[in-house]
């Protein structure tokens, strides 16, 4: 049996890897940019749970605007919260 460790900077650079693979697929400030997300398309774009981005709805770290029953989320304020994250 092989054993493998990770390190904390491991994590780090994978956290930073993927990072950088988020933010290229959402390309702020091109073209026509959607401003506002639906919760599936954030999950998606978070590879999150359902139960998770309700986690994050209610301790306030994601900001959210409750349309007709819809969630829709800034696109801003997940970039923030992918920014304050890397600190």
């Known amino acids: 049996m092989n ?9 780090r650079e994978f956290k930073n890897d993927l990072l950088t693979e988020i933010k290229q697929i959402v390309k702020p400030g091109q073209g ?3 401003q506002w997300l639906k919760s599936v398309e954030v999950r998606k774009l978070l590879n999150i749970s359902p139960g998770t981005l309700q986690n994050l709805r209610i301790n306030g770290t994601l900001r959210y605007s409750k349309i007709g029953g ?18």
């Open 3 to 11: 054993v493998e460790l990770i390190t904390k900077q491991d994590l």
């Open 32 to 34: 026509q940019s959607k």
């Open 70 to 87: 819809m969630m829709y989320y800034k696109l801003e304020d997940i970039h923030k919260l992918l920014e304050g994250s890397q600190q």
